[in-house]
């Protein structure tokens, strides 16, 4: 059995998750759960799976949820102290770290200190951090394994080959609700337009990224960490059908691909099967009726978050880590109507530039750039 624990199990990774452990009942146990705010939701997770335990974030929903589960033998926590503390906890053979943004960057440092495995859902750890968790981790003998559908295809693609072997890494990117949208009308999107993803139901933050194309750019900087790949070595192909999740080319011209329908439980089974596969209970994939798989270069002038996201990582130090706040405070300004869809990436420009980078950034270092690069962004509003 392995021990299993969920940071963010109240997300579209979180609820997936679950569906996994509860489908292979003599595979996983279920150690704990966490969840930001949404308590009513927590409580029947808590209540339907039985872990050690529960934590929220939110101390205000402290009182209904530990009430609410008196009867449980579970012990429930608050604060976001107590979810990173958490995430290190030694019984648990791998965290999945499914929290949204930059919140999930501490619990993957505290699971990386205590060398429990990583199932990697939240790419923002790796953007901020992706030098100081594997320094980490390697000192540990802690192992990520991606859940990013593309980064798990990679993954996937890599087994049995040898990295020297590797001419190139192709991720895949759907291109987005805005594909084929005129350019020209790109200042009149709404919330509603941008949060209307044509295969992949996702949680907000993700599908505007994914609008805007950020998400893959922030996988770009995911698959240099992950990989050890440098940027030269990585491409991005738009593949609008999202039936290959990604390819990697070798050096005797091979190319291999992981397919598959877009159903992110695939790649979390995988994280948390690996290196056995375990029988799916969903469809599989049809080529006959997809009939055909299509493929185009990304367009930077649409796009130019992406070309933001390889300009951060080439300049390295800590500018992925004003690339990754900057967009994320854009994307919330965006979601509450503050800003405009193009306001998105010019934010992340303008604090690019203002930016006077530090090296070797350690943990506090990083925290520092995330709260100045977070307040600026909002005081610009
Ligand atoms: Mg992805």
Known sequence: MKKIGILGSTGSIGKNTLKIIESNPDKFELIYITAKTQVELLIEQAKKFK??????????????????????????????????????????????????????????????????????????????????????????????????????????????EKSENIRKIILTGSGGPFLNRNIDTFKNISVKDALDHPNWLMGKKITIDSATMMNKGL??????????????????????????HSMVEFNDNSVKAQLGLPDMKLPIQYALSYPERYVANWESLDLVKLKELTFFSPDTEKFPSLKLALDALKSGETYPVVLNVANEQAVYLFIENKIKFTDIPKIVEKMLNRHKPIKNAGIDTILDVENEVSNYVNSMI
């Open 51 to 160: 872990p050690k335990y529960v934590v929220i974030a939110d101390e205000d929903k402290y009182p209904l949820l530990k009430s609410k589960l008196k009867q449980l033998n579970i012990k429930v926590m608050s604060s976001y102290n107590s979810i990173i503390e958490i995430a290190g906890l030694k019984e648990v053979d791998i965290a999945v770290n499914a929290i949204v943004g930059s919140k999930g960057m501490q619990p993957s440092v505290s699971a990386c200190k205590n060398g429990i495995d990583i199932a990697l859902s939240n790419k923002e750890s790796l953007v901020m951090a992706g030098d100081y968790l594997y320094s980490l981790a390697d000192k540990s003998e802690t192992k990520i394994f991606p859940v990013d559908s593309e980064h798990s295809a990679v993954w996937q693609c890599l087994q049995g």
């Open 219 to 244: 996988e770009i900087i995911e698959a240099h960490y992950l990989f050890k790949m440098p940027q030269s070595k990585i491409e991005v192909v738009i593949h609008p059908q999202s039936i290959i």
